[in-house]
């Protein structure tokens, strides 16, 4: 199974990048904001947001940079950055064993987000 391909509107996060991509080496999709488990993309965060102020708040998360694809993604038109997925919403329709995402894409949302819980999974479907 190969990763989703990944659209991120949250431009205030440090692995944004133009284009609504991501550099993160891995992306983690969790439950936020309901205890019994998600019943709507809202209840979902991307664990991986990293509020970005200035560049005091890039150096902490270099170490969860997709750095392969940021330096091919100049050279090779078309390509995307595609990071890892790791998904711990197993009330969602593409969760698979092993914290793996099914989608063939997915959309983080939160554009004006300052805190991961300020983020969701958009492509998030209950079972």
């Known amino acids: 199974m190969r990763a989703p391909e990944v659209a991120c509107d949250v431009q205030n ?7 609504n991509a991501c550099s993160a080496g891995t992306i983690e999709i969790h439950n936020a ?39 091919r993604a ?7 950055l595609t990071p890892a997925v790791r998904c711990a919403v197993r009330a969602c329709l593409f969760w698979r064993d092993g914290e793996r995402c099914g989608a063939d894409w997915i959309q983080v949302s ?6 991961d819980d300020e983020t969701d999974c958009a492509t998030f479907l209950p079972r």
């Open 74 to 80: 100049p050279f090779a038109p078309g390509s995307q």
């Open 13 to 19: 996060c440090v692995h944004w990048v133009p284009g």
């Open 33 to 71: 904001r309901a205890p019994l488990g998600p019943t709507a993309t809202g209840h979902t965060a991307c664990r991986s947001f990293r509020y970005r102020r200035g560049l005091g708040d890039v150096i902490p998360a270099l170490d969860n940079v997709n750095w392969g694809g940021l330096l």
């Open 110 to 115: 939160g554009p004006a987000a300052t805190a």
